[in-house]
């Protein structure tokens, strides 16, 4: 009997299921390893030993699976907590091509435009340094910010912060929005200057819109944007690096374009939800289903609820509805 957990609690999951069911084939999900691997967070420092043995202890066994989003997590749970056989990359949860499609480009100033929580961690501070750069140079280019701030985040940036940046024109922020899609259709270049990611879905979905990009060099990043074909790699904290690929990005409609069409080649060749649904799929049938058959529990890692409803045989699309932050149990 199969489980899988995914999702930023993929690991605080697993131990839900381990007390649910303590037999058969377990599939675990993580999403990122950021905190883990972060070393400016002192937890991380502090919990990084306890996590590590809890991992080999939990995971490396002959009938556990472990999926992550990108292949420096691969690599790294590989090397010191998990068979490298155990280990299954598959890229990101997937985006729908169909809702996210390619535009041309708005007329008028050039936009770039950050979807993201509104943390420090996500290289927000770094993008807003990056726009004061690029006043001064005169470039031509508006830089919004969309998100919320998140504010139980250790790393959250306050609501007063981001207000004042905005009237003072340094950026525009716009909060939290859900036509994604539209945002990118007003949009010319997607950024997201993070310090680590999973595999990042407002990257994902830029792509699938035809948008350039221009991100930090960091794992999970690095997944999407390839360097001069998808889009611009920077290093990570660096607002001055930052500032001249937007400028190049800004100043340079044809190369907006190529990189936006490259893009969105790699999305419908290897990240699509419909690819990326059938390499679950075929990960969850290797390790023992035969039958799409399951129930889906969201599961509250905090307080351990589950909100149970039926997926019954709709296929990989419903079945990645369930990738995403659920538990998928076999019911038969």
């Given at each position: ?134 006043q001064r140079r005169a470039v031509s280019l508006r830089v919004v910010l969309v998100g919320w701030s ?61 948008r350039p990009m221009v991100a930090t060099d960091v794992p999970g990043c690095r997944e999407i944007v ?101 538990l998928l149990v076999d019911v038969e």
């Open positions: 009997m199969p489980i899988l957990v995914t999702g930023a609690a993929g690991f605080i999951g697993y131990h839900v299921c381990a007390a649910l069911l303590d037999r058969g084939e377990r599939v675990v999900g993580v999403d990122n390893l950021n905190d883990y691997y972060d070393p400016a967070l002192k937890r991380a420092r502090l919990l990084r030993p306890m996590i590590r043995l809890a991992f080999h202890w939990l995971l490396d066994r002959p009938n556990s699976r472990l999926i992550v989003q990108n292949s420096d997590d691969a690599a790294a749970l590989a090397d010191t907590m998990v068979a490298k056989e155990r280990v299954a990359q598959i890229r990101g949860s997937g985006v729908d091509t169909e809702a996210f499609t390619p535009s041309d480009e708005p007329e008028g100033t050039p936009v770039a435009v950050m979807v993201s929580r509104m943390l420090w961690d996500k290289g927000v501070g770094e993008l807003v340094e990056a726009a004061r750069l690029l998140d504010p139980e985040n250790p790393t959250a940036i306050s609501e007063q912060d981001l207000k004042a940046w905005d009237a003072a024109g340094v950026i525009a922020w716009w909060g939290e929005r859900s036509d994604i899609a539209e945002i990118w259709a007003n949009s010319h270049i997607a950024v997201l200057p993070s310090y680590r990611e999973g595999l990042p879905k407002s990257l994902l979905e830029a792509a699938a819109c035809g390839q360097d001069g074909v998808t889009g611009l790699l920077v290093p990570p904290r660096d607002a001055e690096s930052l500032a001249a690929a937007l400028e190049r990005l800004a100043g340079e409609k044809a190369l907006r374009r190529r990189m936006g069409a490259a893009a969105r080649d790699l999305v419908e060749s290897a990240l699509s939800d419909e690819v990326v649904a059938e390499q679950v799929l075929a990960l969850y049938r290797s390790s023992g289903e035969s039958r799409l058959k399951a129930l889906r529990r969201a599961v509250d890692p905090v307080l351990g609820r589950h909100v149970v409803d039926a997926v019954l045989g709709q296929g990989p699309g419903a079945f990645l509805g369930c990738v995403d932050d659920r």
